[in-house]
């Protein structure tokens, strides 16, 4: 069975500071890997996506992630965080056709000024 | 416009009765979700179209929950006898085809509550 597990529900950091999202998943083949980001009233947006190609995977807004197969894990981050990443972040895993995608539950991001 | 559309923007009704949410797909985009997030929770799949096939319906939480689509276009998601378990966000999103890697797109989202 294949499942995502995102650890830490909510985290807060400085502005300026690291962010780091931790995102690991089970998958029996190998998985697309996705992460979404939901601004506050908005729907959810793609930021980036593994599909098998390099395994450091870059996006919008300065963040990127790094599919690491011997971890089982995907993390997000992004070097100086920025008053506007504060945001619901979701990673998803994709492991064949259309109806084999799960989401986490979510993390939500908060920037101290 | 260009992106995936949705309506109502929020929905309030009363226990047991019934409600439907529409979803406008982005033109030529032949998979179609509907995801449903509780308050606090993650994104949990309902039904997934895809072309003319077939629907994947494994993941409607019960028979009161029902959802058509019009060849590759518009969906609908039906909820009878509405409880108050039913509140949360729907949501709708399409992409290019049904194919693991391609990247969906999601609508703004219906925010039911039942009372």
Redesign the interface.
Known sequence: AQSVTQLGSHVSVSEGALVLLRCNYSSSVPPYLFWYVQYPNQGLQLLLKYTSAATLVKGINGFEAEFKKSETSFHLTKPSAHMSDAAEYFCAVSVGTGNQFYFGTGTSLTVIP | GA??SQSPSNKVTEKGKDVELRCDPISGHT?L?W?RQRL????E?LI?F?GNSAP?K?GLPSDRFSAERTGESVSTLTIQRTQQEDSAVY?C?S?L?????????????TRLLVL
């Open positions: 992106g995936v998979a979700y995801y606090g929770q993650g994104l799949f997934y895809q994947d494994s949501l999103a992409s085809s049904f194919r693991g890697q391609e990247t969906q797109y999601f609508g703004p989202g």
